[in-house]
Structures are given as structure tokens and as C-alpha cells.
């Protein structure tokens, strides 16, 4: 059974700090990794994709990968009210339909102004 | 451009009704997919269209859904003898290739 794991929180933190959100994953040939946001009754908006070990940046937020670790994480930083909202990862397995992507059930973030 | 539309935004229906949900993709996208959400839970993959390929029908949960893509374009997802274990948020998502996925607003199915 192919699984994506984050915490679901809440994550509470002050506006204008650094939220940090963590996601593992069961798959090791899993090749694409995702961070999608989701506000209260609306539906998944990307945020972030990433495929290669290491960071990348785009604009306050930043996705790392650690392939070896199977763990991959989004720091949002300068954390706003507005970005309170749940974020799921998702990874595309290796294998498998070409299109079929496994989401995490998501964290919480609530930040606090 | 426009994004990926879907309709009806809310369906009420009769258990043992049958329901049908829509799905346009955004222009050009080759790719298309239905998820399901239910309320407390993370997204479940249901189909996966590809051009003209045979769809991946793998995440259906049972003989009761079905779904079909016509001119390549618009999606069409059939739930047959609806169940209240149906009722959840239905998403539909588009691709230009396999990924990243772009996706619609959602029908909210909800089963008496």
C-alpha cells in the first residue's frame, strides 16, 4: 500500500513567522512530489512541485525534497492570516497508472495575526 | 484562461437515484481525472483519462461508477444506485501531461 503521511495538525503559528510542513511517503521510486493548498470548502490549489533532491524557491514559499529520507516539506515564510488553510502533498508513485497521484490527508496551518 | 469547470456545484439526490457529474478541462489539456473526498478524508483517486488511451479505471469503487470522456474534452462521471457512503466532494482535475494537476471547483454529492 502506497502511503503519504503528514501530521494533521492544527499547526498554529504567529503571523510573520516561518510555518514548516512535513510529509513522508511509502514509495521510494516515487518521482514527483506536490504541495497543494485547500481553504475551507473550496478545492486543491497547486502551490508547489518539485522533482529533484534539495530546495526550491518560489516566492515565500519553499519546497525541499530528501529522496534518501523519503521526506519532503513546505516552509512558507512571513506566514500571513490568509495562507490558514489546509495543505496536502501529494506524490506520484512509481509505476502505476502515469496518472494516478497519492495525497496525504493534509495539515491544518492556522496562523495567527 | 479559463480553468477547469464542473457542474452541478451541489447535487441532493434519493438513495438508489442515479447521478451524473461534469467536468470541462482547461483548454488543451490532454489529460483528465475524477477524485473523491469525503469529509474527514484525503483525496481518493477514482479514473484517469489519457488522449485517446484506455482509461484507468483502477480507483473506481465499485460497478456503480463509471465514466466517460467524449471528443477528448468533456467528462462525464456516472454514479448508479446512489448509496449515502457516496455522498462526498467530487473533483475533477486536468493536465497538460501527466502532471502538475490543475483542478475544478467540485460537486458537492450529498446522498439522503
Known amino acids: 500500500q502506497k502511503e503519504v503521511e503528514q501530521n494533521s495538525g492544527p499547526l498554529s503559528v504567529p503571523e510573520g513567522a516561518i510555518a514548516s510542513l512535513n510529509c513522508t511517503y511509502s514509495d521510494r521510486g516515487s518521482q514527483s512530489f506536490f504541495w497543494y493548498r485547500q481553504y475551507s470548502g473550496k478545492s486543491p490549489e497547486l502551490i508547489m512541485f518539485?522533482?529533484?533532491?534539495g530546495d526550491k524557491e518560489d516566492g515565500r514559499f519553499t519546497a525541499q525534497l530528501n529522496k534518501a529520507s523519503q521526506y519532503v516539506s513546505l516552509l512558507i515564510r512571513d506566514s500571513q492570516p490568509s495562507d490558514s488553510a489546509t495543505y496536502l502533498c501529494?506524490?506520484?508513485?512509481?509505476?502505476?497508472?502515469?496518472?494516478?497521484?497519492?495525497f496525504g490527508k493534509g495539515t491544518k496551518l492556522s496562523v495567527k495575526p | 484562461g479559463a480553468g477547469v469547470s464542473q457542474s452541478p456545484s451541489n447535487k441532493v439526490t434519493e438513495k438508489g437515484k442515479d447521478v451524473e457529474l461534469r467536468c470541462d478541462p482547461i483548454s488543451g489539456h490532454t489529460a483528465l481525472y475524477w477524485y473523491r473526498q469525503s469529509l474527514g478524508q484525503g483525496l481518493e483517486f477514482l479514473i484517469y483519462?489519457?488522449?485517446?488511451?484506455?482509461?484507468?479505471k483502477s480507483g473506481l469503487p465499485s460497478d456503480r461508477f463509471s465514466a466517460e470522456r467524449t471528443g477528448g474534452s468533456v467528462s462525464t462521471l456516472t454514479i448508479q444506485r446512489t448509496q449515502q457512503e457516496d455522498s462526498a466532494v467530487y473533483l475533477c482535475?486536468?493536465?497538460?501531461?501527466?502532471?502538475?494537476?490543475?483542478f475544478g471547483p467540485g460537486t458537492r454529492l450529498t446522498v439522503l
Open positions: 518539485i522533482y529533484s533532491n
Open positions: 482535475a486536468s493536465s497538460l501531461t501527466t502532471t502538475p494537476q490543475y
Open positions: 501529494a506524490v506520484k508513485p512509481y509505476g502505476g497508472s502515469q496518472g494516478n497521484l497519492i
Open positions: 483519462f489519457q488522449g485517446n488511451s484506455a482509461p484507468d
